[in-house]
């Protein structure tokens, strides 16, 4: 309804990653900016922006390295594509991985909050990130809560992600 064409061009981007670059059409051609991953063709839809926003592909290394969805939004006065910082980001697919050791979860993010312990030997799933800090993890029994890490130290045990998550790895 604003009158423009949007165009997007898919290509590799760094270390071989999909991104999709943006321009709009209105009277004259302006890049818009670009988006990780090619979300016409990972999210089956090939009409632009749904509901004035992309989504796309966004990698973490919060934990590990997992993907997920992002959102990406105009901004109201330049029309720029703006990535949603605020973004919860479902990861997926979402691997299993056995604890090696325990590991205090909340049930908010707020390393004050209340929550339990995922006990060793567990089968843990990570759900979500919210891309800096926490990690959504489920245990094979259902129980949920967040687990804070910095640059992949799980802070409250101070372990390695790696040595605690078995499988955990992390691309370049």
């Known amino acids: 309804g604003d009158n423009r064409k949007e165009l997007a061009f898919a290509a590799d981007g760094p270390s071989d990653d999909p991104e999709t670059f943006?321009?709009?059409y209105d009277g004259e051609i302006r890049s818009i900016g670009r988006v990780s991953g090619f979300p016409m063709e990972s999210l089956n839809y090939y009409d632009g922006f749904q509901d004035n926003y992309v989504m796309g592909r966004v990698r973490?290394?919060?934990l590990?390295?997992?993907?997920?969805?992002g959102v990406w939004y105009p901004d109201y006065f330049t029309g720029e594509l703006v990535y949603s910082e605020n973004t919860y980001v479902e990861l997926e697919p979402w691997y299993s991985h056995v604890l090696l050791a325990d590991v205090p979860i909340h049930y908010s993010r707020d390393l004050d909050s209340a929550g339990e312990v995922l006990t060793e030997g567990q089968t843990v799933y990570f759900i979500a990130t919210e891309g800096n800090h926490w990690t959504l993890?489920?245990?094979?029994?259902?129980?949920?809560?967040?687990v804070y890490s910095e640059n992949a130290?799980?802070?409250e045990?101070?372990?390695?992600?790696e040595e605690v998550f078995e499988g955990a790895f992390f691309y370049d």
């Open 157 to 161: 045990i101070g372990m390695q992600s």
């Open 64 to 69: 590990e390295t997992a993907y997920g969805y």
């Open 153 to 155: 130290v799980v802070t």
């Open 60 to 62: 973490s290394d919060v």
């Open 137 to 146: 993890v489920r245990g094979e029994d259902g129980t949920e809560g967040w």
């Open 22 to 24: 943006f321009v709009i």
